[in-house]
């Protein structure tokens, strides 16, 4: 079992930046392929970021690139999602996630098997 905790969202004006931290039980972290989405009211959860367990290597959806970086540090188990610039459009329940198994190139819902129970981001105009 991995327990996933996040935090660090809240409410920030249009042009500020906050940083979500998702911490991870578990001694095998640095295995698994970790990620960020969100859900708007009334929308579906969508993919944000990935960060890959072999080489780190990310991918975010096209709306954040530029503005939103995911990283990791595997010593703390922790993976964080660095988001400036913040737009209204951007305020969402964001929730981490762990891809175990090491599925897929982590951008879908389906290849996580454990979940957060998300933050809250509020982005105001």
């Known amino acids: 079992q991995v327990q996933l905790v996040e935090s660090g969202g809240g409410l920030v004006q249009a042009g500020g930046s906050l940083r979500l931290s998702c911490a991870a039980s578990?001694?095998?972290?640095?295995?698994?392929?970790m990620g960020w989405f969100r859900q708007a009211p009334g929308k579906e959860r969508e993919f944000v970021a990935t960060i890959i367990w072999l080489g780190g290597s990310t991918s975010y959806i096209e709306s954040v690139k530029g503005r939103f970086t995911i990283s990791r540090d595997n010593a703390k188990n922790t993976v964080y999602l660095q988001m400036n610039n913040l737009k209204p459009e951007d305020t969402a329940v964001y929730y981490c996630?762990?891809?175990?198994?090491?599925?897929?190139?982590?951008?879908?819902?389906?290849?996580?098997?454990?979940w957060g129970q998300g933050t809250q981001v509020t982005v105001s105009s």
């Open positions: 578990g001694r095998t972290f640095s295995s698994y392929t």
């Open positions: 996630a762990a891809n175990t198994r090491r599925v897929g190139l982590g951008l879908r819902e389906y290849e996580y098997d454990y």
